[in-house]
């Protein structure tokens, strides 16, 4: 792990270059009166579940992948998709298919294997629909 002495552990995010107020409508991020383009604010990071690096002392004793002084390490967009939904998952689909990342084997004329599904996806048909497992106790 880089700086080993100065992090205990380190997660990915996803890094949001955008202006955002919270629920009741307090600006976070951004001065209104200064208007900049989103893409120089400084980036808000979303812990996106991509990757988690932790030392087995950091985890005994706080009990979670993230310790007391965390890296963040920024993920790519695309590989960065967080899949709650069957937006999401239709979203990720289409990534995978459309950039042919990662790069997966066709069979059967077409067919790829969907590594998150175990099952092959055709192109131009519907991969899975209301009620079809896409994990251990999860459907859409």
């Not at 996803?14 to 893409?39: C, K, M, W």
Request: aromatic share 8%; with cysteine.
């Amino acid at each position: 792990m880089e700086n080993e002495e100065e992090h205990d552990s380190l997660f990915g995010v996803a890094e949001h270059y955008s202006r955002f107020h919270d629920a009741a409508g307090r600006v976070i991020n951004h001065d209104p009166e200064v208007l900049i383009r989103t893409q120089d604010l400084p980036p808000l990071c979303e812990e996106n579940s991509c990757v988690y690096v932790f030392t087995k002392e950091s985890f005994a004793k706080h009990g979670r992948r993230i310790g007391e002084t965390p890296l963040m390490f920024a993920t790519p967009a695309v590989q960065s998709i967080d899949i709650d939904d069957e937006f999401q998952f239709r979203l990720a689909e289409l990534l995978a298919l459309y950039t042919g990342w990662p790069e997966r084997p066709r069979r059967n004329g077409g067919t790829i294997a969907h590594p998150h599904c175990h099952q092959s996806v055709r192109r131009n048909q519907p991969a899975v629909g209301p009620g079809t497992p896409v994990g251990p106790g999860t459907t859409l």
